[in-house]
T-cell receptor
Framework: GNSVTQMEGPVTLSEEAFLTINCTYT??????LFWYVQYPGEGLQLLLK?????DKGSNKGFEATYRKETTSFHLEKGSVQVSDSAVYFC?????????????FGSGTRLQVQP | EPEVTQTPSHQVTQMGQEVILRCVPI?????FYWYRQILGQKVEFLVS????????KSEIFDDQFSVERPDGSNFTLKIRSTKLEDSAMYFC????????????????FGAGTRLSVL
């Protein structure tokens, strides 16, 4: 079946540090890949997405590249801010099967200190 | 920006009681979903709903669970007889469902209902 593995948190960084949150997936076929973010007290918000190999999703300074050869979709940001403190979820969907259920990773908590 | 609304934000119930979790999806969306997240664990898919019927469900979604769209705006999850292990955060989501691949893919989530079963 499909699965998503994320690095365990919490990840604690100082402001302006470089961020990488690793995500790898297991899926047959051609999944679409997503990063969702959950700020304290809020729901899951789509941060970025990529629908095919070598696509790069980007938003709010975050980037992730869909690497089929390494089955990875690592999240990066060049300079984090305190306001980026949140839980980040990597997820996939197998649209080619007609299924619409998202498969999530376990989430990685990011704490950015001033 | 339109959003998915869930009520209540926190529900406390006694084991064996029925609970109904409520969601108002984005108004022009066609597909609706429930997910749950037990504390410290992954977000897990429960069920998807389209055209007034369940289109997909997971192994978690057993006979204790049911979903309904009682009117044109609400989407509910009912747990008939709650168990301690039903304690979790429950998320509702919706998808436009029309248009290109991207429009169909993007699920918009509510803030969740925390269910505590005592």
């Amino acid at each position: 079946g499909n699965s998503v593995t994320q690095m365990e948190g919490p990840v604690t960084l100082s402001e302006e540090a470089f961020l990488t949150i690793n995500c790898t997936y297991t899926a047959t076929g051609y999944p679409s890949l997503f990063w969702y973010v959950q700020y304290p007290g809020e729901g899951l918000q789509l941060l970025l997405k990529a629908t095919k190999a070598d696509d790069k999703g980007s938003n709010k300074g975050f980037e992730a590249t869909y690497r089929k050869e390494t089955t990875s979709f690592h999240l990066e940001k060049g300079s984090v801010q305190v306001s980026d403190s949140a839980v980040y979820f990597c997820a996939l969907i197998r649209m080619d099967t007609g299924r619409r259920a998202l498969t999530f990773g376990s989430g990685t908590r990011l704490q950015v200190q001033p | 920006e339109p959003e998915v609304t869930q009520t209540p934000s926190h529900q406390v119930t006694q084991m064996g009681q029925e609970v109904i979790l409520r969601c108002v999806p984005i108004s022009n969306h066609l597909y609706f979903y429930w997910y749950r997240q037990i504390l410290g664990q992954k977000v897990e898919f429960l069920v998807s709903f389209y055209n007034n019927e369940i289109s997909e469900k997971s192994e978690i979604f057993d006979d204790q669970f049911s979903v309904e769209r009682p009117d044109g705006s609400n989407f509910t999850l009912k747990i008939r007889s709650t168990k301690l292990e039903d304690s979790a955060m429950y998320f509702c989501a919706s998808t436009q469902g029309r248009g290109g691949r991207e429009a169909k893919n993007i699920q918009y989530f509510g803030a969740g209902t925390r269910l505590s079963v005592l």
